[in-house]
């Protein structure tokens, strides 16, 4: 297993447009993904489950993969989120 902490950085914090970027980078892997924030964990391919996190900027987040391209994952969400979705 993989996992990683970063913080939320986007001003609508991970909602509607970023969540979706989110959801799909990580559909693109085999490996189950998590993401974690106030005790609560979801799976990171759920926008739905996302959603309902209200993760807002400046929140806490871990993002957890395991299975077989579960390093490429972790980094690249991390990435995503770090780059401020590319905004």
Known sequence: MQQATT??????????????????????????????????????????????????KDAEIEIKANGEDEQEAVTALVNLIQNNFAE
């Open 7 to 56: 913080v939320v950085r986007h001003e609508a914090g991970l909602h509607a447009r970023p969540a979706t970027q989110f959801v799909n980078l990580a559909k693109q892997f085999k490996s189950t993904i998590t993401i974690a924030s106030k005790g609560k964990a979801v799976s990171a391919k759920s926008l739905v489950l996302i959603l309902t996190m209200a993760i807002h």
